[in-house]
């Protein structure tokens, strides 16, 4: 009997661990053997596509930097929806709010040139932090007070900042010239890449380093990423964020509120996409132009999902969905697969963790199996 007690703190660990490891990784094998089976299928090779995928993804230090270089925004956006997850709230509209970070971003960029990059940095990336809170703020409110779903009201605000900066592109911020962009951003606004920081000399001996346009953006979504995981973890804040989530009419009880603590988690959502398109304009762009988000904001939605809601796991699925893009022109290339295959094992991913309660069912009758047979 006292066996069987003490095997249940391992059980319950290894249910946990089991849980927020094993059923992304096995989500993602299952999607691979599903993509596998559709391009033989379809008369493709899946060891030849797979093969270019992976060197086109991780084949060298300029695949690895255009890996990170994609990776990054995916972070900082799977960050704001994670956030935005653990107090039960769904924030569709990140990618309207990295809209609005990445317009604040070229718009004071340019207004406050002459200052020094110590200086302005950090000002353009709080600018950007606030505009995407402020662009979340009015859903925020909606949803505390109303109770209106911040599912519609978010992707209102998406499609309407997604429309103001197509109108600001080619009317009152349009730069000189037929291209609908804002002015570029002066050098002491942008993000250097990585490669730069270091001499010709360093960079011979150490040629892991030349990882082409990836730039600092990826230490600041690092960065972001251990600052979410200390809130959640540590903080009063991130305890009634998670305690909202979990349950709000006991966090009621319990003397949380709930309609503000609704609207700190929605704004800080906003917060962190603002800054992913704060990362895209100063690191890649050094302008904004319409369109100029490959639907970050969204596929941080699948990161998300994929890493559990984990700040740390947003990092590695971050990079596995960075890597398929990166490595998709490749895989078309050299093994003739159609890069909307890419799109198909991204969707398979996403419904394999939407399947989690398949991997539950199998997990928790592995785990009565193991306490009848401890019994």
């Known amino acids: 009997m006292s066996e069987t007690r003490e095997t249940l703190p391992a059980q319950k660990a290894w249910m946990s661990v089991a849980q927020k490891v094993g059923i992304p990784l096995a989500s993602v094998v299952l999607a691979i053997i599903v993509g596998s089976v559709i391009m033989w299928t379809s008369g493709y090779d899946p060891v030849a596509a797979f093969a270019a995928l992976f060197k086109g993804s991780f084949g060298g230090p300029k695949q690895i930097g255009d890996t990170l270089l994609r990776s990054t925004p995916l972070i900082l956006t799977g960050l704001a929806l994670a956030y935005g997850f653990r107090a039960n709230l769904f924030n569709i509209g990140a990618e309207g709010q990295l809209f609005m970070g990445g317009l604040a971003v070229a718009w004071l960029g340019v ?5 020094p990059w110590i200086i302005m940095v950090p000002m353009l990336l709080l600018a950007s932090m606030l505009a995407g809170a402020a662009w979340a703020f009015v859903p925020a409110i909606l949803k505390a007070r109303v109770g209106a779903h911040e599912v ?15 109108w600001l592109v080619v009317g009152p911020l349009k730069a000189p010239g037929q291209i609908p962009q804002t002015v570029a951003l002066p050098t002491g606004a942008q993000l250097p890449r990585i490669q730069t920081l270091f001499g010709e000399s360093t960079l011979d001996a150490l040629p892991f380093l030349n990882l082409g346009r990836t730039h600092l953006g990826i230490v600041v979504a690092l960065v972001a990423a251990l600052f979410v995981w200390f809130i959640l973890k540590y903080t009063t804040l991130g305890y009634e964020n998670r305690a909202v989530g979990f349950n709000p009419w006991a966090s009621e009880t319990g003397g949380i509120s709930v309609q503000w603590t609704t609207v700190k988690a929605l704004c800080i959502s906003g917060a962190f996409a603002g800054l992913a398109g704060a ?97």
């Open 152 to 166: 519609i009201t978010t992707m209102m605000f998406s499609y309407i900042a997604r429309y103001i900066v197509s």
């Open 111 to 115: 207004a406050v040139t002459g200052l």
């Open 279 to 375: 990362v895209e304009v100063m690191g890649v762009h050094y302008r904004i132009f319409d369109q100029f988000s490959s639907g970050f904001g969204f596929t941080g939605i699948a990161v998300a999902l994929l890493a559990k809601n984990h700040p740390l796991g947003v990092i590695p699925a971050a990079i596995l969905f960075g890597g398929l893009t990166a490595g998709a022109g490749t895989m078309q290339l050299e093994a003739g697969v159609p890069q909307k295959i890419i799109l198909i094992i991204q969707a398979l991913v996403i419904f394999f963790v939407a399947a989690e309660e398949i991997f539950k069912w199998f997990i928790k009758r592995r785990q009565k199996e193991a306490l009848s047979h401890a019994g």
